[in-house]
């Protein structure tokens, strides 16, 4: 019985596989804020480009 509950105390306590998990989700929250601000800024950004094309 102890071996039994060692071994799945060794299995709950284990953070392995976690982290890639944690990173995708982190990826996925950047790309929606990259996102979202392309759509806010992206005329903006459109014309100041454009401008700067123009300038050189």
Known sequence: MSAIL????VRT?????QTMGEYALIM????VIAFAA???LGN????????I???L
């Open 6 to 9: 060692t071994r799945l105390y």
């Open 13 to 17: 306590t284990e953070r392995e596989g």
């Open 28 to 31: 996925a929250a950047v790309a």
């Open 38 to 40: 392309y759509k806010v």
């Open 44 to 51: 903006d950004i459109s014309i100041l480009m454009t401008s």
């Open 53 to 55: 094309a123009g300038d």
